[in-house]
């Protein structure tokens, strides 16, 4: 199957005679006039949806014909494909709207179908196990058909992941908060899942002989430490260094999710060793001199994936494949960014400044070494100074400053980590990521990406999470049902730490 968008295809001219009389058949209809009609989009056209949505969605069979109905013509899906392909941003709101609402679950027949399996839950075992099944039948949206009929067509499936991202921009920027368009990313959500199970993805190693749009798509989706250039995007590939991603037959070329490691005699604690400092690119590897992986950068390529697990499964296939490269390796770790600390801390500043508290976050005596180093005021004046510096990432540039601000940042990252939650669970996404995954909070690295980007994110600070393998069932069980976090003795003392000098 192809990846191209279906409405490339159109641009770019059919190269199929075969796809040529299907998109003829698709595109021009005669009418009982005999007069064609061509269905390209109409702009701000209600009329113009409504016609194409009555004549691609078809009606859902009986519950007695379910298995008999013949299949749509492929023309109706590749005829949504394009007219969906032809609209602006408004209108595809305007159209997926119509498309939830209009062609949803029939939801006076399902109400029917509960009062039956009430009623039928005095009879007999098999009665109640059908009325069940039709009840369970008649909750499928009509639209789910044509989704799956899509699904089948030629780039059908990449259009599918890209409509799902069209929904979750929707629903993120509050341009529609409907419950049909909710359920509409429910029901994609659970096809893709099914489409893009473990067992149907393929795992390729990436290296500097793969095709060269591959390794494009590697450079472009990399998105935790930018890749500079070739030469950079070499070395990444190159001795030392793996680079694996999924990839699915129905998307070929397009890497679902990608995962870079570094292979290390140690575990690294600082990025700039691995993506900054640059080795001979025709070095041969040291067997002897690789005793840890470092899963530096995971990228999920896909908006339209988005809460369809692929990176744990990824981490583990990797950790299998480099076992078997590498019996002897049994230090395997991520070195993570810390995204949303720096601006958290921001806001705790400010709030703390608002309520004169300042001597919740650091002692008297980190606070005096504070305003001497900025020349400020103590109280509010130092806390806004201090905020600043956090913002602006100026005070990288005073030795004094970081000398003083090293232990303070440190406790509070520590505390931001294994402290702040959401519903129970860490705050922080990768560090959610990874204790799901059932990886051990193990070591805070100061100083470990000094680039502008990880001092404005984190304060140039890093983490890794430890996967011990045979804990990592036990610790995700753990964080998922009891919502415990698996962490090291240091990280547990700089909580400490926290807990005995902060008030909050």
Known sequence: MLSLPANWAFRGGVRCWRHRAVLRGALKAPDVNGVCRYSTPIRGGVA???????????????????????????????????????????????????????????????????????????????????????????????????????????????????????????????????????????????????????????????????????????????????????????????????????????????????????????????????????????????????????FYSISSTQAGLQGVELGNYLIKRVVRELQSEFPHMAQFSSLSPIPGFSSWLQGLLGQCKKEGRGSDLLSEQEWEQVEQAVDSAPGPAAIEALRKLIATGEWTRSERLTRVLEPVLMRLCAWYLYGEKRRGYALNPVANFHLQNGATMWRLNWSADTSPRGVANSCGIMVNYRYFLNETSKNSALYLQNKVISASEQLVGLVSQFQKSSKL
């Open 48 to 294: 113009g949806m409504e016609d194409i949505l009555a004549r691609v969605v078809a009606p859902l069979p009986t519950y007695e014909t379910r298995d008999k109905y013949p299949p749509p013509p492929e023309s109706n899906s590749l005829e949504f494909m394009h007219f969906y392909a032809g609209l602006e941003k408004e209108e595809k709101l305007g159209f997926l709207t119509k498309l939830s609402h209009d062609f949803g679950v029939d939801h006076k027949g399902i109400s029917e179908l509960a009062l039956r399996l009430l009623d039928a839950q005095l009879r007999d075992l098999a009665t109640i196990l059908q009325v069940e099944d039709r009840l369970r039948y008649g909750l499928t949206p009509r639209y789910k058909q044509l989704l799956n009929h899509i699904s089948r067509v030629e780039g059908g499936v990449k259009f599918l992941v890209d409509l799902r991202a069209d929904v979750l921009e929707m629903i993120s920027s509050k341009a529609s908060e409907t419950p049909q368009i909710r359920d509409l990313n429910g029901t994609l959500k659970s096809l893709l899942s099914e489409w893009f199970s473990v067992g149907l993805l393929r795992l390729e190693r990436i290296t500097w002989q793969s095709p060269c749009d591959i390794l494009q798509r590697i450079s472009q989706y990399e998105a935790v430490h930018p890749v500079r250039n070739w030469t950079d995007l070499k070395r990444r590939v190159g001795p030392y260094r793996r680079c694996y991603a999924f990839t699915h037959a129905a998307m070929p070329g397009e890497p679902l999710v990608v995962l870079h490691v570094a292979l290390t005699e140690d575990i690294s604690d600082n990025i700039q060793s691995i993506v900054r400092e640059f080795a001979t690119l025709d070095s041969e590897e040291d067997v002897n001199k690789i005793n840890a992986a470092i």
